[in-house]
C-alpha cells in the first residue's frame, strides 16, 4: 500500500506493532519496525510504504 505526497491536517503519533512502515519525509526515507515510533506535524508532506507482509499500527491523532 502506497500513501502519496500528502500532507496530513493533523499531529500523528504512530507506534509500530507488526510489519513495517517505510516513510518519506522532506526526501528522507526511514523504515519502521515493531517497537518503533514516529511523530508526523500537522501539514507535514509525508509518503508511505507498507512491507511486503503489510503493517498493523497505532495511531494517536490530535486536530489543529
Known amino acids: 500500500a502506497v500513501c502519496p505526497n500528502a500532507p496530513i491536517l493533523f499531529e500523528a503519533r504512530v507506534r509500530i506493532l507488526e510489519g513495517e ?18 511523530h508526523l506535524p500537522p501539514h507535514t508532506r509525508h509518503d508511505e510504504h507498507s512491507g511486503p507482509a503489510g503493517v498493523q499500527y497505532l495511531s494517536s491523532q490530535k486536530g489543529i
Open 21 to 38: 512502515l517505510t516513510r518519506v519525509v522532506g526526501g528522507k526515507r526511514t523504515t519502521c519496525r515493531p517497537g518503533d515510533t514516529f
